[in-house]
Nanobody
Framework: QVQLVESGGGLVQPGGSLRLSCAASGSIFSLYAMGWYRQAPGKQRELVATISRFGTTTYTDSVKGRFTVSKDNAKNTVYLQMNSLKPEDTALYYC?????????WGQGTQVTVSS
């Protein structure tokens, strides 16, 4: 069974940066795509960024130019570098992958952007 563990969230001022990490229990990121999602209070979970097994990335429009997704296959870890953070980026951030039609989620890491 795949386990995903996010870390790196916290409280940051507007304009600041954070780097989130998603560590997997096995060597999956070289084989499967992975996505970062977020869910703010009272809102639906939204897809923020993806990275394919080949390293191709996509981003939702609201984070383009500010967020960067990357991975280290040797460390079984995917990262989300978040720069120029805004209060509207405040949310619980999750990583996700799907293997054999089964979706796997981490427990989430809270990001709060506030002065």
């Amino acid at each position: 069974q795949v386990q995903l563990v996010e870390s790196g969230g916290g409280l940051v001022q507007p304009g600041g940066s954070l780097r989130l990490s998603c560590a997997a229990s096995g060597s999956i990121f070289s084989l499967y795509a992975m996505g970062w999602y977020r869910q703010a209070p009272g809102k639906q979970r939204e897809l923020v960024a993806t990275i394919s097994r080949f390293g191709t990335t996509t981003y939702t429009d609201s984070v383009k130019g500010r967020f960067t997704v990357s991975k280290d296959n040797a460390k079984n870890t995917v990262y989300l570098q978040m720069n120029s953070l805004k209060p509207e980026d405040t949310a619980l951030y999750y990583c996700n992958t799907a293997i054999g039609g089964i979706g796997y989620w981490g427990q989430g890491t809270q990001v709060t952007v506030s002065s």
